[in-house]
């Protein structure tokens, strides 16, 4: 885990830097201040520990551009107590705000925290696929779009997930079956037009019409348009 610290004094800075080391961190801490925001973005860390009071641009600014761009977790340590300023941190894009002094289990405690929701919210995010506003959720079995949610079965949900992954292609219908053996889903054609339909049902259901094609003699496929 690399974690970047912007911290404009050099002792604290270098506090920091030995604190997060010991912990087996990567660490860089940063001593030019002239562009925070566009580093940040250049090489894309895991974490931003972002001090408040810098001389080049204040930290709240810095957030907002790094927002503007990712969103990589920014934790503000900083000097400054006031309430409205730990509001305003958290409203620029903020995931945590720590003030000096700060004690270093805690801090540590509170990096870990941000760091482990962060991995998880990526890790639900590439287990969604999406495709003109049609959103397949693999780990909850759903299918939405807009407003609108349909559960789908485990047939159902792999049915879609591999079109999904192939959309645009004509994914031939012995393939699909082949799939879904190999994930242990025992079905025949019979059965997998069956499930088909299901699907199409559960997606007009939410306002999706024609997103599956069925190419006669060949397969099915995502459409690039549909409701037309």
Known sequence: MHIVIVEDDAVIRQELKLLLENALYQVTA?????????????????????????????????????????????????????????????????????????????????????????????????????????????????????KGKAELSKNELKILHLLFQRKGEIVPRSEIIEYLWDNQIFIDDNTLSVNITRIRGKLEEIGVRNLIETKRGMGYRICESWNI
């Open 30 to 146: 940063l001593s030019d201040f002239s562009d925070v925001a566009s580093y940040v973005l250049d090489i894309l860390p895991d974490l931003v520990l972002l001090d408040l009071n810098l001389p080049e641009e204040s930290g709240f600014d810095i957030c907002t551009k790094i927002r503007a761009g990712s969103e990589v977790p920014v934790i503000f340590v900083t000097s400054r107590t006031d309430s409205m300023d730990e509001l305003t941190g958290i409203l620029k894009g903020g995931d945590d705000y720590i003030t000096k002094p700060f004690q270093a289990p805690i801090l540590l405690a509170r990096i870990a925290a941000v760091l482990k929701r962060t991995r998880r919210e990526t890790e639900q995010e590439s287990m969604k696929l999406t495709h003109r506003g049609v959103t397949l959720d693999i780990a909850r079995g759903v299918v939405g779009y807009g």
